[in-house]
């Protein structure tokens, strides 16, 4: 089965909130803050988005986009939770959305951007801290914005987020030096539980994005 991805700029989102379900717009007006609003905003816009052509539905009013208990997306139609596996992640006016026919699946938006060794010491197991020291030059800061990235979405497939150890989870990236577009392959292994995810990444401008799944057979396109 092949996952699906949107990624959508704050840029295409509408003015107002008619775009959003009773349930949604009770979330909204919940929130205090400006920034969280337009996150929340723009995650919902492209998770409609993708819901509704994932499952092809033209009436985005009958799809609503709610948090479970733990924080993790859930697609509602018409009133019903939906079978499928969807994960948001937003980040510097960048949204993005995957789903799945059910299988788990989590993604996340990554700025590349200069991080500190004590931030890879602090978050990184032993064996990615040896990988990004040995990627040359301007290459380290992709090769640390895509361990972290996968790391963050692997803790989205198992829905605890950063509740948990940043390095219970091991992230392999393949073809990091990678300067042609499109998808390369990674993969994360999850300690003590040895459960390996395979994933994919991609570089969207100065933002790569992450997309983990907790089935092998998966492959992924918009
Ligand atoms: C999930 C988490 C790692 C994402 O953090 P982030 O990289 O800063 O933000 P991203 O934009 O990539 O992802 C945010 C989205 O992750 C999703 N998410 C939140 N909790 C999740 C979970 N437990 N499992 C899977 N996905 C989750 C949500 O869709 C959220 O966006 P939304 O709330 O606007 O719908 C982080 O929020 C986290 O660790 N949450 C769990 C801990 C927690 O709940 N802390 C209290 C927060 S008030």
């Known amino acids: ?25 009770k979330v ?47 697609a509602w139609i018409d009133g019903r939770k939906g079978e499928l596996g969807i994960s948001i992640s937003h980040r ?23 991080r500190s060794s004590r931030f890879v010491n602090d978050f990184f197991t032993e064996q ?9 030059g301007a290459l380290r800061d992709r090769h640390v914005a895509l361990t972290w990235s996968a790391k963050e979405s692997a803790l989205k497939v198992l829905r605890v987020g950063l509740r948990r150890d940043t390095r219970s989870v091991e992230v392999e990236i393949e073809k990091v030096e990678a300067a042609e577009a499109g998808w390369h392959p990674l993969r994360a292994t999850v300690s003590p539980e040895g459960r390996a995810f395979l994933g994919w ?16 057979r998966q492959s992924i396109a918009n």
């Not at 991805?5 to 107002?16: D, M, R, V």
């Not at 919940?30 to 816009?45: K, Q």
């Not at 499952?55 to 009958?62: L, Q």
């Not at 990615?128 to 990627?135: K, L, S, Y």
Request: with cysteine; glycine share 6%.
């Open 92 to 114: 510097e006016g960048l949204a993005a959305c995957v789903v799945s026919d059910g299988a788990a699946v989590g993604c996340d938006l990554e700025a590349v951007e200069p």
């Open 128 to 136: 990615e801290r040896i990988a990004v020291e040995a990627t040359a």
């Open 28 to 74: 909204l007006a919940g929130f205090r803050f400006r920034n969280r609003r337009s996150d929340w905003r723009l995650g919902r816009f492209v998770a409609k988005r993708a819901v509704s052509s994932f499952a092809s539905i033209d009436d985005t009013n009958r799809i609503q986009i709610l948090a479970a208990e733990d924080g993790a997306p859930e």
């Open 1 to 25: 089965m092949t996952i699906r991805w949107t990624l959508l700029p704050a840029s295409e989102l509408p003015a107002g909130d008619a775009w959003l379900g009773p349930d949604e717009r």
């Open 201 to 216: 990444w991609r570089q969207e401008a100065q933002v790569v994005l992450t997309v983990a799944s907790d089935d092998e």
